[in-house]
């Protein structure tokens, strides 16, 4: 098994009106020896926006902003911009997040050339219900029983029925970017539970509705990783931007496990290919690292680390997490032993 190092909080909650319920889930920009970390701002009613700190090196904080760097300006995320994850592709920086307006949880994103002055750009995913979903996915074959369990049962019922007004429409986050392009492509991990799906396009401006109908009526062509083992035998997500290496995109992604004691999310890796990353290489069977501190097993939500931005120094890849949706926190590993322990489960005949 693998050796990870859970280095400790680097980040936890303070008086400031809009951080005093909890910080959590930061994206990571490194540049050198410096680390950007946006992470998600939660005040008192769960209403989230985007602080800022600076680090340097992989743990050292030495500036940390008073103020949201990124507030809610729509109605798409009236009530909340979470869970950011953030990459460079060429000379634009890409921030990725989940727009929360009290009902529907969404993928969007904003750009920014200085990562000081960010331009919304607005949601990226298909806005749909649940029931055009199925009826879209469902032409070329039965999905999952999951999806109709986690959409029907879990939220959508219990949405109609509190806010008989509003929308309701599929959830659709954990939007995270490749670093670069693809084969002149944009191509980027979303999650529709309980699997993740892929996207590539060659301009972002292909997301059209059209577009996400087709997607849709071939959604079993896009689910690029679903649930295999323990850890995540209830659903998975993306979790931080992946990662080159000579061996493949390093995915360092969250399981989910529906135990007596509720929810347990877990680290989990797996490595994709590096020009066709639809194959899946190899993935481990066991966490990387799961919930085992106090600090990890209690908070807003128990039993949750939420891995979101790395960064690598001295040949120590730095996991950043939030811990049980209170604290961020940071976990480490050598990724040469980690790609070597991932090679050990390849998956065969995966073309």
């Known amino acids: 098994m693998i050796s990870v190092k859970k280095e400790g909080i680097i980040l936890a909650e303070t008086e400031l009106e809009f951080e005093n319920e909890g910080v959590l889930n930061p994206a990571i920009m490194q540049e050198g020896n410096t680390v950007h970390v946006f992470y998600r701002a939660v005040r008192k009613g769960n209403y989230s926006t985007l602080g800022y700190a600076k680090l340097e090196g992989p743990l050292k904080l030495v500036q940390r902003n008073k103020e949201p760097i990124m507030v809610p300006s729509t109605e798409d995320e009236i009530h909340g911009i979470e869970d950011p994850r953030i990459v460079k592709i060429d000379t634009v920086y890409y921030l ?8 529907n949880a969404l993928g969007s994103y904003a750009t920014s050339v200085n990562l000081i002055d960010f331009e919304k750009k607005g949601l990226l995913v298909p806005r749909v219900t649940y029931k055009e979903f199925k009826s879209l996915t469902e032409c070329h074959g039965t ?5 109709e369990r986690f959409h029907i049962q879990n939220n959508i ?3 109609i029925k509190n806010n008989p007004e509003k929308e309701v429409l599929l959830w659709d986050k954990n939007l995270v970017f490749f670093p670069r392009v693809i084969d002149n492509k944009f191509t980027f991990l979303h999650r529709i539970k309980p699997d993740i799906q892929i996207v590539s396009v060659n301009n972002i401006q292909d997301l059209t509705k059209e577009f996400w109908n087709d997607y849709l009526l071939h959604i079993h062509d896009h689910i690029v ?8 035998i209830s659903y998975i997500g993306g979790g931080c931007p992946p990662f080159e290496t000579k061996e493949g995109w390093l995915i360092i992604y969250h399981g989910v496990h529906d135990t007596s004691e509720g929810y347990v999310y877990s680290a989990c890796a797996a490595l994709l290919d590096l020009e066709n990353p639809k194959k899946e290489i190899a993935r481990l069977p066991y966490t990387l690292f799961k919930p085992d501190l ?12 939420f891995p979101t931005g790395t960064s690598f120094f001295d040949d120590r890849l ?5 811990a049980a949706d209170k604290r961020i926190a940071v976990a480490s590993v050598n990724l040469e032993e980690l790609i070597e322990e991932l090679l050990k489960f390849k998956i065969e005949n995966n073309d």
């Open 294 to 305: 106090s600090y990890e097993i209690y908070g807003y939500v128990d039993n949750v680390v």
């Open 225 to 232: 990783m679903t649930s295999k083992h323990k850890q995540e």
């Open 157 to 159: 019922i219990e949405d």
């Open 96 to 103: 990725t997040y989940c727009a929360f307006n009290g009902i």
């Open 143 to 147: 999905l999952n029983e999951k999806y």
């Open 318 to 322: 730095y996991i950043y997490y939030g």
